[in-house]
């Protein structure tokens, strides 16, 4: 067979942390095979560890991502960057409810949050992923706080940021809420609705104020003067790295699997990206993450 031949391997703990295993798999590895690493979790002796069959979807992910050559960062051998540090990362679009069943939201899929929550856990990160509801499958391998609106959001932020190295809040949080809330469903037959809307609290200005050493990014989409507006927000929110995502070119931004980013660091340091995948994206944002933090990190160790 000449096409790409995968390995999937799936074990106890103690068998794939063996010396002799570790050192066939790297034998495979440095002849061209390819290897998706096992998740964590409860393995079938009842143990938690390293070892479980990743879930489908993530074995379908990387088998395409191998088909259109571009392979997914799943790495053994130095793919552990992240080992020891804990990344917060917020995903979603949160939702401001105006009656029981009606609510203020925003397009936002989740895919850019769960995607660098997937990344970094891959590269060895202690994650915790704060999602609104979104329509993808479950990850496995981290912990996950779910809230619906932007102060549910905030206290979970608040409430984490004390115990983190890394905060990403890749979410897109409602800025505005509904003044009121209707208890009951409100009927077509009652007429005009005018909604009074007051703004939300800014999560990552709230942040900045209880900011130390850890390092903050956070995601900025404009329509216009993109790159002028990310580096205010910068400022404002005083973050170590923002991601300006360009919502003008095709399947980027919202929704798609894809974006076209430009990264601007604290010194106004600015990269423009190409169109990658969202996954791809995830990894270049961890890789100037590590970039940020590795000095400090090491001293901690
Ligand atoms: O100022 P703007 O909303 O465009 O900034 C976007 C960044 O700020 C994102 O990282 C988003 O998660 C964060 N944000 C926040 N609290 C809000 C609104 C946005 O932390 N209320």
Request: hydrophobic content about 40%.
């Amino acid at each position: 067979f000449r096409g790409p031949i995968i390995f999937a391997p799936a074990m106890d703990e103690g068998m794939y942390r063996n010396e002799i295993f570790r050192e066939n798999l790297n034998k495979l590895k440095n002849k061209g095979y390819h290897i998706i690493p096992p998740d964590k979790g409860i393995l079938a002796s009842g143990k938690i560890g390293e070892g479980r069959f990743p879930a489908v979807e993530e074995v379908i992910k990387y088998v395409g991502s191998i088909l259109s050559g571009k392979p997914a960062r799943r790495d053994f051998s130095g793919g552990e960057d992240f080992k020891g540090i804990k990344v917060l990362i917020t995903a979603g679009g949160t939702r401001e409810f105006l009656d029981p069943v009606r609510f203020i939201g925003n397009a936002s899929s989740g895919k850019m949050g769960y995607a660098l929550a997937e990344a970094a856990r891959e590269r060895g990160a202690d994650v915790k992923l704060i999602t609104t509801p979104v329509s993808l499958p479950k990850p496995n391998g981290f912990e996950m706080i779910n809230v619906v609106t932007a102060s549910q959001m905030q206290d979970a932020v608040i409430k984490n940021f004390a115990s983190t190295d890394v905060l990403i809040m890749a979410a897109a949080v409602g800025d505005f809420r509904p003044k009121t809330f209707a208890k009951e469903k409100r009927k077509r037959n009652q007429g005009k609705w005018d909604i009074e809307l007051v703004p939300n609290p800014d999560i990552l200005a709230e942040v900045a104020k209880i900011k130390k050493g850890e390092i903050t990014v956070g995601f900025s989409i404009e329509t216009q003067n993109q790159i002028k507006q990310a580096k205010e927000k910068l400022n404002k929110k005083n973050l170590d790295l923002i991601v300006a995502n360009d919502i003008t070119v095709k399947k980027s931004g919202f929704c798609s699997d894809t974006n076209k980013a430009v990264l601007i660091d604290k010194k106004g340091k600015t990269e423009k990206l190409p169109l990658i995948s969202k996954r791809e994206l995830a990894d270049i944002i961890l890789d100037r993450i590590q970039n940020i933090g590795r000095r400090k990190w090491e001293r901690k160790k």
